[in-house]
């Protein structure tokens, strides 16, 4: 991953979509000003590797969500994502988990870099 991603931050799509990074690897396209825009409502998680993305898509599927596997269209910082449809929740708890990696994994760069100096 090599670009930045503005988290939290609302921008235009086109067509009427607003997307919004709730976390690096997780972006929430909505179109707020239509009617039934729920249902249009998707969301795109990034993986670096097919074959997580295939073993995410199986749990996915166990809980009997609607989504695609396909190569990287909207999160262009990552090769695979997969397409979520209409479930924001699920998505709202994948970004919490994934800030909480960032977070641990930040913590624990600092720690490392105290006991170094």
């Known amino acids: ?32 000003f239509r009617r039934y ?4 409502d998707v969301c795109y998680l990034g993986f670096e590797k097919l074959s997580q993305a295939q073993k995410f898509a199986q749990s996915l599927a166990s809980s009997r969500l609607r989504f695609s596997v396909q190569k990287s269209q909207a999160l262009t910082q990552f090769p695979y994502e997969i397409k979520l449809y209409g479930d924001t ?12 990696d960032h977070d641990r994994a930040a913590q624990t760069s600092r720690q490392s870099s105290v006991i170094a100096a």
């Open 1 to 32: 991953m090599s670009s930045f991603v503005p988290v939290g931050r609302f921008f235009s799509m086109g067509d009427g979509r607003v997307g919004q990074y709730l976390s690096t690897r997780v972006l929430s396209v909505r179109t707020p």
């Open 89 to 100: 929740e699920t998505a709202k708890r994948l970004a919490y988990w994934d800030r909480k």
């Open 37 to 40: 825009s729920r249902s249009n």
